[in-house]
């Protein structure tokens, strides 16, 4: 292992500008990657805080006592697809009005009786949110004879639903798209730095080494190349992510496994195809 660390050393010393060469490619690569993932990333987050505002209104009846009201809200609760109700008073109802529709504060007023009904709000997991698990909820809760209607902005929720199935289907098009193009950048660079070495390997098979032994430093070599180009990845992708969210609009920047991943990438596939060119030489010479 020690002489596969040095020889792998030696080789960056040897061929400075071509180990810088390799390391580039493999990072603008990486970067037009890691591009993509951080727009997808932001777009997820974004029909994500979205979907965080489905819910069910549960309109009630006026003449609902506090029992019958305990009542619905225990059994609403235990919904399993159910996170958190709220209940919305008449009075909290006609307050909410006038301060969202200040243009009709004038009528609000004027009314002798709140015509607004009292309400429940019912929030749903993140795995019960599409169209079908929402419309079924708010069916079981109109069947309560104290609930009027129970709405939930059907048109809404699936135009939401079809955004986010179109986001994803565009996302794993793409994405799998620019990973191809990214391994076969990098598959080309590490082939032609390997090519360059050829008479180093003929050299080396003429000597009787073993094809382990000449093997490792090559590994090692396009491994450290494949992280180098990771780490130049990402660091051009976090100078964009912040002339983006200083100049544009606001975005979130990647999380650990993502940012991890980004320069695993690098490695692995500098290893991967530093393995896959000498095998190739070794097997033609």
């Not at 050393?9 to 490619?25: H, I, K, M």
């Not at 007023?109 to 429940?120: E, F, I, M, R």
């Not at 032609?192 to 080396?204: G, K, L, Q």
């Amino acid at each position: 292992m020690g002489y596969s660390i040095r020889e792998a050393l030696a080789a960056f010393r040897r061929a400075p500008g071509l180990a810088a060469l390799s390391a580039a490619s493999i990072g603008f690569s990486l970067f037009v990657f890691g591009i993509f993932a951080l727009a997808a990333y932001n777009v997820r987050l974004t029909l994500r805080q979205a979907e965080e505002r489905v819910e069910i209104v549960a309109y009630l009846v006026d003449d609902l006592d506090a029992g019958q009201l305990e009542v619905l809200q225990n059994e609403v609760r235990a919904f399993p697809e159910v996170t958190e109700i709220r209940f919305v008073s008449k009075f909290e109802a006609m307050r909410n009005a006038v301060r969202d529709l200040p243009e009709f504060r004038d009528v609000f007023t004027d009314l002798d009786v709140n015509p607004l009904p009292a309400s429940l709000e019912v929030r749903l997991r993140p795995e019960y949110r599409d169209p079908e698990s929402v419309a079924r909820v708010a069916e079981r809760i109109a069947l309560y004879p104290f609930v009027e209607e129970a709405r939930y902005g059907q048109d809404w929720v699936e135009k939401l639903d079809r955004l986010r199935r179109i986001a994803g289907a565009v996302a794993s098009i793409l994405g799998t798209a620019f990973a191809l193009v990214a391994v076969i950048i990098i598959g080309t660079t590490i082939r032609i730095a390997v090519f360059a070495r050829r008479d180093e390997i003929a050299i080396m098979q003429l000597v009787g080494a073993a094809d382990g032994l000449i093997r490792r430093p090559f590994l090692l070599e396009g491994l450290l190349t494949g992280l180098a180009g990771g780490l130049l990845a990402l660091g051009l992708s976090f100078l964009a992510y912040l002339a983006v969210d200083r100049s544009l609009i606001h975005i979130a920047w990647l999380p650990r496994t993502w940012v991890a991943a980004q320069v695993a990438a690098g490695a692995v596939l500098g290893w991967l195809s530093s393995g896959a060119a000498v095998r190739r030489h070794l097997r033609a010479l």
